[in-house]
């Protein structure tokens, strides 16, 4: 039997009133503006500002195109681009190999505000590769060797038990490699778009285009 929920769905809604963006408050380029945006959402300690949502494109059973999204933790940005590390035999991966082109989507709600990056992946060098793995808790590394990202598990205790036999296998070892099937995206964007909720649904909306492969400029589009 189907519940009926206790809230009305079509009845939640907020206004959007915590700030503006008009095109003099524009940053020069789109990096700028993500560096100044991402800043407040840190500062805000809303939860986890550097998570984002990672659209790619996939084919179906069919060959049909079939859009895939899921949220990762972006680790880098620069004018070189954004990045985010994973499992390089994972769904998404093996989507991004066969079509780089993608959407990096951050939900930062609780300031009324949306960051929407288009581009194209490319693998993160190696050695940076190395670099961040290496950085990260022993556990998170071992986790990394133990899970074949996306594949289908039996059950809780095989990946239990896969995680055991890692940290058995790397025991006596400080430094873990990094495995072969684990490393970086960094995704180069050539359309960036800031939204910042107002009132009335009329929100401001600017995107920056890359002109010429080497000017950005920003356009508003309508809410
Ligand atoms: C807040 C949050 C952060 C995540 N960060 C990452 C990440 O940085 N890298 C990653 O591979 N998966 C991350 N995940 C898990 C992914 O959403 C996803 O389940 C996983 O990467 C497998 O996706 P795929 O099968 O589409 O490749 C995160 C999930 C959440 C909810």
């Known amino acids: 039997m189907v519940e009926i929920p206790r809230v009305s769905v079509s009845g939640l809604r907020i206004s959007y009133d915590l700030g503006v963006l008009t ?91 949306q960051v929407i990056i288009s581009g194209r992946a490319q693998l993160v060098p190696r050695n940076l590769v190395e670099e961040y793995f290496h950085s990260r808790p022993r556990q998170s590394q071992l986790g990394a060797w133990a899970s074949r990202q996306s594949a289908p598990l039996e059950n809780r205790e095989v990946l239990d038990a896969q995680h055991a036999e890692c940290e058995l296998r790397f025991a006596g070892l400080e430094v873990i490699p990094v495995p072969e099937f684990w490393g970086g995206w960094q995704v180069v964007p050539d359309r960036i778009e800031f939204w910042q909720g107002r009132e009335s ?10 002109h010429n492969d080497s000017i950005w400029y920003p356009t508003r589009l309508s809410p």
């Open 201 to 210: 649904r009329l929100h401001d909306r600017f995107v920056y285009e890359l």
């Open 23 to 113: 095109h003099d408050m524009l940053a020069q380029n789109p990096f700028e503006q993500f560096g100044v945006w991402f800043d407040q959402a840190v500062d805000s300690q809303i939860l986890e500002a550097n998570a984002m949502v990672v659209a790619t494109v996939g084919l179906d059973s069919e060959g049909n195109p079939r859009p895939a999204s899921r949220t990762v933790l972006l680790k880098d940005f620069s004018e070189s681009g954004f990045s985010f590390y994973t499992n390089l035999e994972s769904a998404k991966s093996l989507d991004i190999a066969a079509n780089p082109n993608v959407t990096l989507l951050f939900p930062w709600y609780e300031l009324h505000r």
